[in-house]
């Protein structure tokens, strides 16, 4: 997996900004709460612990249809085109870092279903005709 390495200058960030997105993401999550992993840096995560800036990674890992035991080169794969999200040195930042990622992640879905290999084939074959 590929590590964002993303550190946000939080230093200048309002109170009211980090309300602003705290209430936009527990919109999304009910229940989203700050949490702490074992270097000590900050994530936020879902009522039921899953860390929000990765959800896709679990996503990638359950889906994943192994062909067999030898498949895990597959595996590793699927998984390189995942971005991992770091964790926070505040917990302004992770909450601040968390609203981009949903955005960032909106937008990414969005447009790939623009972009499917069906439709770029389809589009392909209508121009040779």
Do not use: C
Not at 16 to 29: N, P
Not at 70 to 84: E, H, I, Q, R, S
Not at 86 to 110: D, F, G, M, Q
Request: proline share 3%.
């Amino acid at each position: 997996m590929p590590n964002m390495e993303y550190n946000m200058n939080v230093d200048n960030i309002s109170k009211e900004r980090f309300e602003k997105a705290k209430k936009k993401i527990i919109k999304k999550y009910p229940g989203a709460q700050t949490m702490i992993d074992p270097e000590g840096k900050y994530f936020v995560a879902t009522a039921n612990g899953r860390d929000i800036n990765n959800l896709q990674i679990g996503q990638t890992m359950n889906t994943y249809n192994f062909d067999g035991e030898d498949d895990l080169y597959g595996f590793n794969a699927a998984l390189n085109k995942v971005t991992m999200i770091p964790h926070s040195n505040s917990v302004v930042e992770a909450w601040l870092k968390t609203e981009v990622a949903i955005k960032s992640y909106h937008v990414v879905n969005r447009n790939s279903n623009k972009f499917s290999d069906d439709k770029v084939m389809k589009k392909m074959a209508k121009d040779f005709e």
